[in-house]
């Protein structure tokens, strides 16, 4: 299904600054580029954008309320630069699976002054020698780094929860209903 039908199937009669959180998870972007998203969906503070063939988040909307963005399994290799103008509160943000090659990628979420907790597993990126504490050097503001803090403690349930969606929720309303908007 297209992004853009999909997040229009999501809306579902509503206003969309009465939305504070939309999955389109395996839905398909025709151009690889954010579609039928818009400045209009103020509240939202959960985007899961997950294998949609995003190779670019250029075209995001401006999203003040954002918390926590998925985009894992995308092809996204840069232009993270947009992440902090239009999306100034994000504390969560996963880039996992995505064509992320080295820290410099990332130096723009340095300007996300709430990022708490990113996600870089399964990318180039994560690779190279002395990458955690290269991404922890680049960003001091992170806690958590592919589930893990600096000292490689991982993220404690009771945080993941009350900062986050919990996660195995999600995936079980998204497998019963194709799709989460709430």
Do not use: H, W
């Not at 709430?114 to 922890?136: I, P």
């Amino acid at each position: 299904m297209e992004m853009k039908k999909r997040i229009s199937l999501e809306l579902r009669n509503r206003n969309p600054a009465e939305v504070a959180e939309l999955v389109v998870d395996n839905c398909r972007s025709s151009d690889g580029e954010v579609e039928g998203l818009t400045d209009d969906y103020t509240g939202l503070e959960i985007l899961s954008m997950v294998n949609v063939g995003l190779s670019s988040l250029s075209k995001l909307p401006s999203l003040p309320k954002l918390r926590k963005l998925e985009v894992s399994d995308n092809t996204i290799s840069g232009g993270l630069d947009a992440l902090a103008e239009k999306c100034p509160s994000l504390t969560y943000l996963n880039l996992s699976g995505n064509k992320i090659k080295d820290l410099s990628t990332i130096e723009p979420l340095q300007n996300l002054k709430n990022l708490k907790s990113l996600d870089l597993y399964s990318c180039e990126v994560s690779a190279l020698d002395d990458y955690r504490e290269g991404v922890f050097e680049l960003l001091p503001q992170l806690t958590y780094l592919d589930g893990f803090d600096e000292e490689d403690n991982e993220v404690p349930d009771s945080e993941a929860e009350n900062d986050y969606v919990e996660e195995d929720e999600e995936d079980e309303e998204e497998e019963e209903d194709g799709g989460l908007c709430r």
